[in-house]
């Protein structure tokens, strides 16, 4: 999938997490999105919430599915993403647009927090969220679902 000059994308939990373990299947696909996008003319985004969820998983143990880091060197990291990355707020609009796409959708359990990102990136004004699991997200026609996987640049 190639993602258009001026698409504004928001990137995953999981494309950050990619980016960062170097025993993940997609990670050079991960680097290769901060490192060619601005040159390719793709704003991208990363939301508060995926700065929260990769902050959970970097510093949790590895013996826990983590990625064993310690919080110093976690932060270090989103201050590099952050600077090839816009942060996203999340807004009032976006939960009001979670609270209705819960029910529209019926999603439950784990995948809500899916639906949060989902609905960030639509009041935020994002094209495309590029994800390593398009399955966790509903099908949406205001945002495209972009596999990491299958991304061309």
């Known amino acids: 999938m190639k993602i258009e000059r001026a ?3 928001l990137v995953d939990t999981n494309v950050l997490l ?7 299947p997609l990670r050079s696909e991960a680097v290769a999105v901060f490192q060619n996008a601005r040159a390719a003319g793709i704003d991208l985004f990363i ?3 995926t700065v929260r969820e990769y902050l959970v998983v970097a510093t949790r143990p590895a013996a826990n599915n983590g990625l064993g880091m310690g919080i110093m060197a976690a932060l270090e990291n989103v201050s590099k993403f952050v600077k090839r ?7 009032l609009r976006a939960g009001e647009l979670f609270l209705e796409w819960a029910g529209k959708f019926r999603i439950t359990g784990k995948k809500l927090h899916d639906l949060q990102i989902l609905a960030t990136a639509a009041a935020g ?9 398009e399955k966790d997200f509903p099908k949406n026609p205001s945002i ?3 596999p990491l996987s299958k991304l061309e640049w």
Do not use: W, Y
């Open 47 to 49: 939301c508060t919430q």
């Open 7 to 9: 698409t504004k994308v």
């Open 85 to 91: 990355a816009s942060l996203l707020p999340e807004t």
């Open 125 to 133: 004004g994002m094209h495309t969220l590029l994800t390593a699991n």
């Open 144 to 146: 495209a679902i972009a």
């Open 18 to 24: 990619e980016a960062t373990d170097e025993g993940r």
